[in-house]
């Protein structure tokens, strides 16, 4: 009985790791030998794939040498008929797209002008815009904007309304950026920084 104890004592605990950690050699030469069947592997695929494309190739050519001259140009002309079909139908839809969204876009855009025309007019009359009068007159263009208008001045407004706490120079040149995008939608260049606030706000450029 002692030496039974004795041999189930000196009986070493199995190790719980798994093969890689406890062979880190073998592991590695294995994952060499596989790494070199695929290796193999991949060189025999792509050389079969090769002659297949090459098969079909010669036969294109020897097609197209038994074909008669008449055949290949209505071949040609009519491949040639097909992409130009195609390509006329993607620009007459892009044109018709660009159409119907700018009739879409020419109420909110105008809706916004009136807007940046209204606190103009207040604060050259030294009036109040108030807040809710301001309010109203927002939303009613912001639910249009975020439908039909376009990422450049859905990004410009956005960017307006994240810095309308800014001193008011800055906040103009915000609604400004809005009005170039909406101009840019139309075919406009910028003219460059200040021009269009000169236009509503008189000396503008020399008080900047």
């Known amino acids: ?6 041999k189930q004592k000196i009986k070493k605990p199995k190790d719980p790791r798994p093969f ?4 880190p050699k073998w592991n590695t030469f294995f ?10 592997g991949a060189f025999f695929l792509l050389k079969i794939i090769g002659k297949g ?3 079909f190739i010669n036969s294109l050519i020897d097609l197209s040498s038994k074909l008669d001259a008449v055949i290949i140009v209505a071949l040609i002309t009519a491949i040639v008929t097909i992409i130009s079909g195609v390509i006329s139908k993607v620009i007459d839809y892009k044109q ?10 020419e109420e909110p855009y105008a809706e916004f002008i009136n807007v940046y025309y209204k606190m103009q007019e207040k604060a050259s009359k030294q009036e109040l815009y108030y807040p809710d009068e301001m309010f109203d ?3 009613k263009f912001q639910k249009k904007l975020m439908l039909w208008g376009s990422n450049r001045v859905v990004k410009a407004w956005i960017a307006y309304r994240t810095n309308a706490s800014l001193d008011g120079t800055n906040v103009l040149f915000y609604m400004e950026n809005i009005l170039y995008a ?12 200040g021009k269009l606030l000169s236009m509503s706000i008189n000396d503008f450029v020399s008080r900047r």
Not at 31 to 40: K, M, N, S, V, Y
């Open 1 to 6: 009985m002692k030496k039974r104890e004795k």
């Open 20 to 23: 890689a950690q406890r062979h």
């Open 53 to 55: 494309i090459i098969k």
């Open 182 to 193: 909406i101009r840019k939608d139309i075919g406009y260049k910028n003219l460059g920084k």
């Open 137 to 139: 007159d927002i939303q």
């Open 96 to 105: 018709k797209r660009n159409e119907y969204l700018s009739q879409k876009r």
């Open 31 to 40: 994952a060499f030998i596989i790494l070199i069947l695929l290796g193999i």
